[in-house]
């Protein structure tokens, strides 16, 4: 890795015995204390529930200052990435560390094409689960069963046809997400067409139909592709982690990204864009758009009611991604000509949370979820298949990181440890 500035040691003391900890720093000098010797040495383990405080590796992926509001994808700034890029260059960039010029595009694209069709055995599968199944169910069910249908990518080397490994993931997953919308409306399903791009092409499989032809509204297209690079990585958020963990043990990329689009489903991770409109349904059914009842519940700290789209573990600032979406989302629903009042709500809600002492006070702002939903529900995405349409964007990003993890000098089987509360040791006859 590159980067890492030595800063000498930091000492740690306890019951009379010292010990020396090395401590570096990264080059946006962020520092960490290195404690792998601390077991060995003293006996001691740290205790971190949740991770707050642990680095679990270096990166060169993507870097976040929480306090500024910063998110950079190798080096470049979001807003830049979103405001000029095709998400498949952001995926090219997440995976290679650089952007590709127009050969590597191309031939990236290519690639994307040939595998974007799902083996007509998997199709059936989609004829297996009920209606109501939730996408993100079937999405992670069909990410694993890649591995029987294209095991042979498991004997590859670790860089060995990555671009063929990153494009399969990509492009098979967005076919199979569209597959499980059509098959949960009971509309026949819609193949993937050479001719069309990324977006243009999933939303050509979520929308077109044999009795309403169908053609991917630019407006529609550009919302989509800007809101996957928003969504392309987050560095060691809970599904990466997840992703990683998994693949520390030596199972194969499609069973790690299984496991992360699971992770990513929870309601406090990616799930709460999903929540975000059920709570604003809900505050315009139950309570009338009374935005201050809710406010008061998220406070009360009785009740386990929490604001979904507010908050995040690493930004103690504005989201730069719900900065993004936000002004995207204005935007997108005014060239659509839609107007939600869910929207009219959203904002309320948002100006009420940011004039509020509690909010400040823990450094509470709207995440990326809190816009985003509204841009999907404006471009026609129902609500349910918000949280896929976020893991379509997330594959980049775990995938590199995956690779990262499984190339580390450093890198071990992820295994924590903890301090035993139970019973001491007891007999069955006493
Ligand atoms: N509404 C009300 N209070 C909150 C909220 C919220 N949404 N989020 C945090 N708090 C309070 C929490 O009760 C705690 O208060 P106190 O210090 O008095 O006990 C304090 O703020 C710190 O919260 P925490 O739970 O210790 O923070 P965390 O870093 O463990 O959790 C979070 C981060 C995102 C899970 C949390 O803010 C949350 O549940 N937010 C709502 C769900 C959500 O929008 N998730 C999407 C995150 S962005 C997408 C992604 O990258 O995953």
Redesign the pocket.
Known sequence: MSGIKDLGNATLTFDGKSIELPVFEGSERERAVDIRALRKETGMITYDP?FVNTGCCQSDITYIDGEKGILRYRGYDINELAENCEFIDVAYLLVHGALPNETQHGEFSRHLNSHSLLHEDMRHFFDAYPDHAHPMATLSAMAVSLSTFYPELEDATIQENIDYKVSRLLSKLRTAAAFSYKKSIGHPIVYPKRSLKYCENFLNMMFWNPVNDYAPDPVVAKALNKLLILHAD?EQ??SASVVKMVGSAGANLYASISAGICALWG????G?NQHVIEMLERIIAEDKGNVKRVIER??D?EDPF????????VYKSYDPRAKVAKQMCKDVLAKLGVSDPLLDLAMELEDAVLADDYFAE?C?YP???FYTGLTYRAMGIPTNMFTVMFAIGRIPGWIAQWLEMREDPDGRIGRPRQIYTGPTLRSMNS
């Open positions: 949740g987050h958020n809970c309601p406090l991770h990616g709460a998220a406070k700290k929490r604001l979904m789209g507010v908050g995040h573990r823990r509470l995440n990326i979820d």
